[in-house]
């Protein structure tokens, strides 16, 4: 079955300790995303890669990393934690001949 | 202004009714469209792709207006099931890609 995977599904954090959601797809995709959704505010794209150690910002990278080292994971790192980045994080993976984008179920992430 | 705009709602309709949505973009060299439904706290799940020549998937109709610049999907025979939240999603012609998702237009079906 097509899937995208992210782990964990919740969490709750403190201020500055470091986390990392991971996203896995088995559809051999190259393009992945990371999103996060916030109330009145959408869907906001974090970082995106294009391929392997082929990463880039989106619209809101401050306070993200990313990282490619294979093709079917993209983790997102949250070096140091603040409340603001408390939201419903999102990673997707982009079919490369109709750019439908395929979604993992979400992380609710809380910071405090 | 809004790089893709969607009129929040909610449209709370009867079960049967027929209700509409419209998206509209502001990059002209857009080149691919989708309409994606989230249901609350779930992740977005594509619905239907938007084809220039507009396509039809059983009570769901989308539709293309590059010359206006949005795009529309048409829901027959709404059902319960219906509810949730419609995302439009526009992305540009080559280089980056990097999708715009419009906010999100609720639904709400009622008995």
């Known amino acids: 079955e097509a899937q995208v995977t992210q782990n964990p599904r919740y969490l709750i954090t403190v201020t500055g300790k470091k986390l990392t959601v991971t996203c896995s797809q088995n559809?051999?995709?190259?393009?992945m995303s990371w999103y996060r959704q916030d109330p009145g505010l959408g869907l906001r794209q974090i970082y995106y890669s294009m391929n392997v150690e082929v990463t880039d910002k989106g619209d809101v990278p401050e306070g993200y990393k990313v990282s490619r080292k294979e093709k079917r994971n993209f983790p997102l790192i949250l070096e140091s934690p603040s409340p603001n980045q408390t939201s419903l994080y999102f990673c997707?993976?982009?079919?490369?001949?109709?750019?439908?984008?395929?979604f993992g179920p979400g992380t609710r992430l809380t910071v405090t | 202004r809004k790089e893709v705009e969607q009129d929040p709602g909610p449209f709370n309709v009867p079960e049967g009714a027929t209700v509409a949505f419209n998206c509209t973009y502001s990059?002209?060299?857009?080149?691919?469209f989708f309409w994606y439904r989230q249901d609350c706290r779930k992740e977005p799940k594509l619905l239907m792709s938007?084809?220039?020549s507009g396509n039809e998937d059983g009570r769901f109709t989308a539709q293309l207006n590059r010359a206006s610049q949005y795009i529309s999907l048409l829901i027959r025979d709404s059902k319960l099931s219906d509810s949730a939240t419609y995302l439009c999603v526009v992305t540009p012609r080559g280089g980056s890609y990097i999708p715009t998702f419009g906010r999100g237009t609720s639904l709400i079906v009622h008995p």
């Open positions: 938007v084809y220039s």
């Open positions: 997707a993976s982009t079919s490369d001949r109709g750019y439908e984008q395929y």
């Open positions: 559809m051999n995709h190259e393009y």
């Open positions: 990059n002209s060299a857009s080149q691919s």
